[in-house]
């Protein structure tokens, strides 16, 4: 299916799940069920309208991280972290504004923040409450206070549960809409479609599908601080023959090193071709997890949550050539696109831009330019602490450079630019083709921000 459709179906379930039971509130004629409510005033209304769309944008914000291939697909894991983010702090907003419309329904309500005194279900709202702040909170000081990720991604997951429960027993309890037949059935949708979230992304994913172990074939170190890691799939044939794990050429995965609902895991692109018989991930160490990684041995089993992502050159098949720009270890997505197109035996232009601090961290030119060979594919490589016998570009990504790597390849509008590496990067690289008129469509970037 493509992108577009994808994207379509996506944003139409989520316009149901957001819109439906406020319109259903809204549109049934006014009646008392058990307990319920009694629709005779503008504060009543507001009360149950933004309790309805807070409990509907939570749903949201659960499934939108909970690694969907179809929904990664269609947007990309930025656009979908970043929807995330702003669903949390809108489902936080509803939920005060909520709160106010009770109080203005009823000042006498206001008895209710009195935890100790308060009913259950006030105290489940208060928790939840709480809860949600923390979460928007940790987020924003994670990196005025530098907490590691290991902590940040911990604590965020313990809140976004207890938020989840307190918040379903505030409804419960409250015994209001949950008399009335159509929100009850309504209300109990929504929870199921959490649960079943969350048993598919922390209890089928992790433990139970047998497709995600694969076996390590090879570590290889390609310098002090950066190695590829070399899978196969553990799953085999009949014949004996390793089962294919089809991915688009730059797409990543996350990897876990124990078989765990709670173990760590990371994410990284995949570097390979998409017709390789092993997939390989090369990494930059950067701590515990990743040392890890580096002393693997053949034969032992690591769990691979993947392929996600929409940063790909198969979702442009229209496009009249491609430049590539990465900074680092960036270069992973880029490798597996112009590795795929030698397969492919691709005849488009492809251009590739690294950007690296020093020689040394430029990384398979051997292999890039045994590539040139099959493909039509220019490398530049761009030095921002050169050596005094460097000839090569120096700084980083500017117009006069674009100029250079695009000017034999037609109008720049025509094709599709991919962008990877550091932030500073992908803002330099991300003005210029502003200043070149590239439509937005063209671009695609890459950053594994999750917080």
Not at 122 to 146: C, E, H, M, P, S
Not at 150 to 164: D, I, P, Q
Not at 206 to 211: A, G, K, L, P, T
Not at 364 to 388: K, N, S
Request: glycine fraction near 6%.
């Amino acid at each position: 299916m493509e992108q577009r459709q994808l994207r379509a179906i996506w944003l139409a379930g989520f316009a149901v799940i957001v819109i439906a039971p406020s319109l259903l509130w809204l549109s049934v004629p006014p009646s008392v069920t058990g307990n319920g409510i009694r629709r005779i005033s503008l504060w009543s209304n507001l009360s149950v309208v933004t309790g309805l769309l807070a409990t509907s944008a939570m749903v949201c914000v659960v499934v939108l991280p909970s690694r969907i291939r179809s929904l990664n697909r269609a947007f990309g894991i930025e656009n979908i972290i970043d929807l995330h983010r702003f669903l949390g702090i809108v489902t936080a907003s509803l939920v005060l504004l909520h709160l106010a419309c009770v109080v203005a329904a009823d000042p006498t309500n206001t008895a209710l923040l009195n935890f100790p005194e308060a009913p259950g279900r006030a105290q489940n709202a208060t928790i939840a409450t709480f809860g949600l702040v923390a979460i928007v909170l940790l987020a924003i000081l994670r990196r005025k206070f530098d907490l590691s990720y290991e902590f940040w991604r911990t604590s965020h997951l313990a809140l976004a549960v207890v938020v989840l429960i307190t918040s379903a027993m505030h409804i419960v309890l409250l015994n209001q809409l949950m008399n009335d037949p159509t929100f009850a059935l309504v209300l109990t949708a929504l929870a199921v479609a959490v649960v079943l979230v969350f048993a598919y992304r922390w209890i089928w994913r992790n433990i139970y599908d047998q497709s995600t172990e694969f076996l390590v074939r090879d570590v290889r170190l390609e310098n002090p601080t950066v190695a590829t890691l070399v899978l196969e799939p553990k799953t085999r044939n009949r014949d004996g023959s390793t089962t294919s794990w089809a991915f688009a050429p730059g797409q990543f995965a996350w990897i876990r090193l124990d078989r765990s609902a709670t173990g760590q895991e990371h994410p990284f692109t995949i570097a390979s071709s998409a017709h390789d018989e092993f997939t390989e991930f090369t990494i930059r160490g950067a701590g515990d997890f990743t040392r890890r990684i580096r002393r693997l041995q053949p034969g032992q089993p690591v769990w691979v949550d993947g392929p996600h992502g929409a940063f790909t050159s198969d979702l442009t098949t229209a496009s009249a050539g491609f430049v590539l720009m990465a900074g680092g270890v960036g270069i992973t997505p880029m490798l597996s696109m112009v590795r795929t197109a030698a397969h492919r035996g691709d005849p488009r232009p492809y251009r590739l831009v690294v950007v690296a601090s020093a020689p040394e961290d430029l990384f398979f030119r051997d292999e890039l330019a045994t590539l040139r060979r099959y493909i039509d594919l220019e490398v530049t490589e761009v030095l921002r602490r050169p050596r005094p016998d460097w000839s090569g570009p120096i700084g980083g990504i500017n117009s006069e450079l674009m100029g250079l790597v695009v000017g034999d390849i037609g109008d720049p509008q025509d094709l599709d630019y991919f962008i990877c590496g550091p932030p500073g990067m992908v803002v330099d690289a991300m003005n210029v083709l502003d200043e070149m008129s590239v439509p937005a469509d063209r671009v695609h970037t890459e950053q594994f921000d999750f917080v």
